[in-house]
């Protein structure tokens, strides 16, 4: 449980990030994905870290299916560090005039208000 809470959140921040792209008058969509990517992120890190210490050591094929799972638990939890740093970044720049924009649209402005 303490796993599929966090993809729940990124999921739906996605969606609403994906959704601001059409809507494009609507700002609090972009302030919701905002937000859900940044909780998302620090409850897949508190997810990681319970795997880490709370999980026994296995052996045979469940071994080796949980030595997967935890390269892709890396892989996943670094994509979403970059991205909540690039996205903090883009949150917080005054200026439009930065090399960062093509990753994300800059509302910046438009949040604050």
């Not at 299916?65 to 883009?90: C, K, Q, Y």
Request: aromatic content about 14%.
């Amino acid at each position: 449980m303490l796993v599929h809470f966090p993809i729940a959140l990124v999921a739906i921040g996605f969606f609403a990030e994906l959704a601001s792209v059409f809507i494009k008058k609507e700002i609090c969509l972009t302030k919701v994905g905002f937000y859900l990517l940044i909780v998302g992120t620090l409850s897949a890190l508190f997810a990681w870290l319970t795997g880490m210490f709370f999980t026994a050591d296995m052996s045979g094929s469940a071994g080796e299916i949980r030595e997967t799972h935890e390269v892709f638990a890396w892989i996943t939890l670094g994509l979403l560090l970059v991205t909540s740093f690039l996205r903090i970044i883009l949150q917080t720049r005054e200026t439009t005039n930065y090399n960062l924009k093509w990753l994300c649209p800059n509302r910046s402005k438009l949040l604050r208000t």
